[in-house]
Each structure stands twice: as C-alpha cells, then as structure tokens.
C-alpha cells in the first residue's frame, strides 16, 4: 500500500478472566458469544475481516462463524499452510497445556499428510505453569528460557519433528528463532501476515 501505509486497524477485546472463566468451564459456546461480540461490535466499526491472536479460543472457532457478521481467519490454518507451503511433515506444537490437549491444531491437520506432537505430560504441566505465572505478566527469566529450550531439544530427540509451531502468542518472548533447533512457526506473527494478504485482496 505504499510507504508508511496499512489497512484500517481496530481492536476489541473482553477482559481475560471472562474468556478464562468460561475455558475451565469448558463452555465453549460462551467463547463463541464473547467472540462474536467483538466481532459484532468491530463490523459496526466498519471492520471487513476478523482475527483472534489466542489459539485456544480458536476450539470455538466454528461456533464464531456461524454469529460472526463478518468473516474470519482461523490461526491454525495460517500456521498449517506455512507448514504445507515449507514442506514439513512433522510438527511440534507448543502452548499452554488446555492448547496442547485441543482439537486446535490437530483438526487443521487432519485434513493435510503432515503429523504433529505435542511436548510429554510432565512439560505440558510446567509450559504452562511458564506461560501462566511468568510471561502472561510480563516475567522473562533465564531459567524459564533454558527449560523450554530442553522441552524443545526432547522434542527434536524423541519425536523428530522437523518444525517447532509457537501455539502461545507470548512464546516467542523466551523462544529465539536464531537460536532454536527446528525452524519457528510463530502462530501470531502467520495470522498477522494472513490477515494483512486478505485484506490488500
């Protein structure tokens, strides 16, 4: 679009509580309404296209499109089509625990020739702890860096996966793409870049 130019912007989110609230509960519906809210609010605002950041939220994706007034992109898909398009076969999903263990990504999957895993029981519970505790308030430490950099290297050791897809919009804060040993999906950044190709279309 030129110089110092991008699509029309807005944004409108509830507070995380409401969201988590109804995720424990495993109300997914509620999800949905919330979601479709936004979406309600942001298509009055003059908004053509929607997108969510939060992978977990997206296990009520399909509820969402049936309120939705506008259109909206899956992040999974967006991850999944960088994966179709690089030629992996094997991914390694990380994220928080509830994310590991939902139908988010593996539905996407379902459909391609390319497998997925997810990180042992035992990392799930502390990637979580990490993610939760540490970096949804902003905490970034050397250990926290290090155990998910050995989460990562059992990974590449016991499941050979040959991409590592960040499933967690904070993940990237302790994940260094330069140095990590599988090529990096980053979730947020793929739906970001599907968002923008959408919208210039």
């Given at each position: 679009?030129?110089?110092?130019?991008?699509?029309?912007?807005s944004?409108?989110?509830?507070?995380?509580?409401?969201?988590?609230?109804?995720?424990?509960?495993?109300?997914?519906?509620?999800?949905?309404?919330?979601?479709?809210?936004?979406?309600?609010?942001?298509?009055?605002?003059?908004?053509?296209?929607?997108?969510?950041?939060?992978?977990?939220?997206?296990?009520?994706?399909?509820?969402?499109?049936?309120?939705?007034?506008?259109?909206c992109?899956?992040?999974?898909?967006?991850?999944?089509?960088?994966?179709q398009?690089?030629?992996?076969?094997?991914?390694?999903?990380?994220?928080?625990?509830?994310?590991?263990?939902?139908?988010?990504?593996?539905?996407?999957?379902?459909?391609?020739?390319?497998?997925?895993?997810?990180?042992?029981?035992?990392?799930?519970?502390?990637?979580?702890?990490?993610?939760?505790a540490?970096?949804?308030?902003?905490?970034?430490?050397?250990?926290?860096?290090?155990?998910?950099?050995?989460?990562?290297?059992?990974?590449?050791?016991?499941?050979?996966?040959?991409?590592?897809?960040?499933?967690?919009?904070?993940?990237?804060?302790?994940?260094?793409?330069?140095?990590?040993?599988?090529?990096?999906?980053?979730?947020?950044?793929?739906?970001?870049?599907?968002?923008?190709?959408?919208?210039?279309?």
């Amino acid at each position: 679009m030129g110089e110092y130019f991008h699509p029309e912007v807005s944004l409108h989110n509830h507070a995380l509580g409401d969201y988590m609230r109804l995720v424990r509960e495993q109300d997914w519906e509620g999800v949905a309404r919330l979601l479709a809210s936004s979406a309600q609010k942001l298509a009055r605002a003059g908004a053509e296209l929607l997108i969510c950041p939060d992978n977990l939220v997206h296990q009520a994706f399909a509820l969402l499109e049936a309120q939705s007034p506008i259109p909206c992109l899956h992040i999974a898909t967006a991850v999944v089509r960088e994966a179709q398009a690089r030629g992996y076969r094997r991914l390694a999903i990380l994220g928080t625990r509830a994310l590991m263990e939902s139908p988010v990504y593996s539905d996407q999957l379902a459909v391609t020739n390319i497998e997925h895993c997810t990180a042992s029981l035992d990392d799930r519970i502390e990637l979580d702890a990490i993610i939760r505790a540490e970096l949804g308030s902003g905490k970034l430490t050397s250990r926290s860096r290090q155990r998910i950099s050995e989460v990562i290297a059992r990974l590449v050791s016991d499941q050979q996966c040959d991409a590592l897809v960040l499933g967690c919009t904070e993940l990237s804060l302790l994940v260094a793409w330069d140095r990590a040993p599988l090529p990096v999906l980053d979730s947020t950044r793929l739906l970001a870049r599907a968002a923008l190709r959408a919208a210039l279309e």
